[in-house]
């Protein structure tokens, strides 16, 4: 299997994975933070966290500002959950299906490429009927999409 292949298979592997986060708008964050969420919905006081966590009181409510800011880092994000009996999910969830990420970037790849052929064509009076633009920027999608998804992020 080569390189493109691995990559199409764990693409559709992780979309699979992800898909079900990408609708779950309810795993957003609460405005003021998972960690006094939490806290608060099992009774515990800053000083009780703060005990558990091996902190000073005053650390908590820094901790929940933290988070709230999206200042906190994932270390202290796990420790928290773990003082909460809770455990840490962390994940970027693309926006829409990797493929179709990838078939949009070609496509944009596509556009810049035929940009600059199309315009020294028509100053060399060969422009090309639509028709003939549509199908080659279909040609040039498919051939991007099946080459290494690498040349798709570089710029230029």
Do not use: F
């Not at 795993?27 to 939490?38: E, N, Q, S, Y």
């Not at 990420?101 to 790849?109: C, F, S």
């Amino acid at each position: 299997m080569d390189y493109r292949d691995s990559a199409a298979l764990a693409r559709k592997h992780l979309d699979r994975r992800l898909s079900p986060l990408r609708k779950t708008s309810d795993l957003a964050r609460p405005p003021r933070g998972w960690i006094k969420a939490i806290r608060e919905a099992l009774g515990m006081t800053t000083a009780q966290l703060a005990e558990r966590l091996g902190v000073s009181q005053p650390r908590i409510p820094q901790l929940e500002k933290a988070e709230a800011a999206d200042r906190i880092t994932l270390r202290t994000l796990r420790e928290a959950a773990q003082g909460l009996n809770c455990t840490l999910v962390y994940a970027l969830v693309p926006n829409e299906p990797l493929d179709d990420v990838i078939h949009q970037r070609a496509r944009a790849v596509a556009e810049q490429q035929l940009a600059r052929t199309d315009h020294t064509m028509k100053l060399e009076n060969q422009a090309l009927e639509p028709r003939e633009i549509k199908a080659e920027r279909e040609r040039l999608v498919d051939e991007l999409i099946r080459g290494d998804p690498r040349r798709l992020w570089e710029v230029g």
